[in-house]
């Protein structure tokens, strides 16, 4: 009788284990599956930054913003100024 108990005992015990770690089996398979759509949100969002960042260092778009915002204008053989060295400034630098 008392091998009967003890043996109930156990399965019991084995059941209630079973149960427990098919439980924490499959939270941590959910775990895992968030963090993998997680990463590939975070990925698909990092080659959009990194395609937006293309298209803002595009030339064209750096020569439009120069001549918009900073009033620059492009260099031509026409607006070049030359500078010369006076002789008198000339002894004068280190």
Request: charged share 25%.
């Amino acid at each position: 009788m008392r091998l009967n108990l003890l043996l109930m005992v156990a399965v019991l015990a084995h059941a209630l284990y079973l149960v427990h770690v098919q439980y924490e089996s499959r939270r941590l398979y959910v775990a895992l599956e968030r963090a993998g759509a997680q990463a590939r949100k975070l990925e698909v969002e990092h080659e959009r930054l990194q395609a937006e960042k293309r298209a803002q260092a595009t030339p064209l778009r750096i020569e439009r913003l120069a001549k918009e915002k900073m009033q620059m204008r492009t260099v031509t053989p026409a607006i070049t100024q030359y500078v010369t060295l006076a002789p008198a400034a000339a002894g004068s630098a280190p």
